[in-house]
């Protein structure tokens, strides 16, 4: 489809990221076999889907299921321990099916990879808010982290709601996150929705060519540096796995900032051949063509 106008082209690419209904209910019908293998292995508390894939803010052909499994023992001194358990579970239940480490998560890629789940292996705690469930997941390194999924969840669909923004919170998590799959950038899927959350926290509306602008300047402004949890339920968000992998992601950033900026200024300027013309170069080639 082609759009005639900057608003017109994020609406109908903002279809286009939507994961399909049919992808949706492929990656569920393996939901019952990943559960019943995992308390075939071990001590189970609870199953909880976490991702975005559910959440709204995925990305069609880039977004898989994550699913928390809470188990049911001590937890161990190593994570790695942790992941262990839950592929070797997963590898028996399914001889013919790539099942990998991936941290934090186990991957488990059904229908060669297109149909993909992200298992994720925790461990209740007693810390956190009352009523908050705060997990010791896997670093996306080594070691332990704190996770509280439903507290996040709950506080991007809080700002999600928000009068004026009509959803704006989840849609500009998914133009970030589009942004990040287009351009590969080695940079985390939960930190950006984090991020797009607490930034239209203090907005009063989602335009979106103004909004993935002045997202993407801000993250460069502070240099993708760590994120207080807003819910005060865990430890700090973290932009990337490594520092080789900041320095790859702040490169890409600092790009993207520039051409979503050309791209504004355009628009304000009434180009809208220009403003296409950076938002096709921002999202890889994929933006709606005029």
Same mark, same amino acid.
């Given at each position: 489809?082609?759009?005639?106008?900057?608003?017109?082209?994020?609406r109908?690419?903002?279809?286009?990221?939507?994961?399909?209904?049919?992808?949706?209910?492929?990656?569920?019908?393996?939901?019952?076999?990943?559960?019943?293998?995992l308390?075939?292995?071990?001590?189970?508390?609870?199953?909880?889907?976490?991702?975005?894939?559910?959440?709204?803010?995925?990305?069609?052909?880039?977004?898989?299921?994550?699913?928390?499994?809470?188990?049911?023992?001590?937890?161990?001194?190593?994570?790695?321990?942790a992941?262990?358990?839950?592929?070797?579970?997963?590898?028996?239940?399914f001889?013919?099916?790539?099942?990998?480490?991936?941290?934090?998560?186990?991957?488990?890629?059904?229908?060669?990879?297109?149909?993909?789940?992200?298992?994720?292996?925790?461990?209740?705690t007693?810390?956190?808010?009352?009523?908050?469930?705060?997990?010791?997941?896997?670093?996306?390194?080594?070691?332990?982290?704190?996770s509280?999924?439903?507290?996040?969840?709950?506080?991007?669909?809080?700002?999600?709601?928000?009068?004026?923004?009509?959803?704006?919170?989840?849609?500009l998590?998914?133009?970030?996150?589009?942004?990040?799959?287009?351009?590969?950038?080695?940079i985390? @899927?939960?930190?950006?929705?984090?991020? +797009?959350?607490?930034?239209?926290?203090?907005? #009063? =509306?989602? %335009?979106?060519?103004? $909004?993935v602008?002045?997202?993407?300047?801000?993250?460069?402004?502070?240099?993708?540096? @760590?994120?207080?949890?807003?819910?005060? +339920?865990?430890?700090?968000?973290?932009?990337? #796995? =490594?520092? %080789?992998?900041?320095? $790859?992601?702040?490169?890409?950033?600092?790009?993207?900032?520039?051409?979503?900026?050309?791209?504004?200024?355009?628009?304000?300027?009434?180009?809208?051949?220009?403003?296409?013309?950076?938002?096709?170069?921002?999202?890889?080639?994929?933006?709606p063509?005029?």
């Open positions: 489809m082609m759009a005639r106008t900057v608003t017109e082209g994020f109908v690419f903002l279809e286009r990221l939507t994961p399909l209904q049919s992808q949706r209910d492929a990656a569920a019908k393996h939901r019952a076999s990943v559960e019943s293998s308390r075939n292995a071990m001590p189970v508390n609870l199953f909880r889907e976490t991702g975005s894939f559910t959440h709204g803010t995925g990305v069609r052909n880039y977004t898989d299921v994550d699913l928390l499994v809470s188990i049911g023992r001590a937890r161990p001194n190593s994570s790695d321990t992941l262990s358990w839950v592929k070797s579970a997963l590898s028996a239940s001889p013919y099916t790539t099942v990998r480490i991936s941290r934090p998560t186990v991957v488990v890629e059904f229908a060669s990879g297109t149909e993909t789940w992200e298992v994720l292996p925790g461990f209740i007693d810390r956190g808010p009352i009523g908050t469930s705060v997990y010791d997941i896997p670093g996306a390194s080594f070691g332990w982290l704190d509280a999924p439903t507290a996040h969840l709950s506080y991007v669909t809080e700002i999600n709601t928000k009068a004026g923004i009509q959803g704006g919170a989840k849609k998590a998914r133009l970030a996150k589009a942004w990040k799959y287009y351009n590969n950038v080695p985390s @899927s939960f930190y950006l929705e984090m991020r +797009a959350a607490k930034y239209m926290s203090t907005e #009063s =509306s989602f %335009v979106p060519v103004i $909004d602008c002045r997202l993407l300047e801000h993250l460069n402004s502070i240099q993708l540096a @760590s994120m207080t949890d807003p819910k005060g +339920a865990s430890g700090r968000f973290y932009a990337c #796995s =490594s520092e %080789v992998k900041k320095a $790859d992601a702040l490169s890409r950033l600092s790009t993207g900032a520039i051409r979503a900026r050309k791209a504004l200024d355009a628009h304000l300027n009434d180009d809208p051949h220009t403003a296409f013309y950076y938002l096709d170069l921002l999202f890889g080639g994929n933006f063509a005029r």
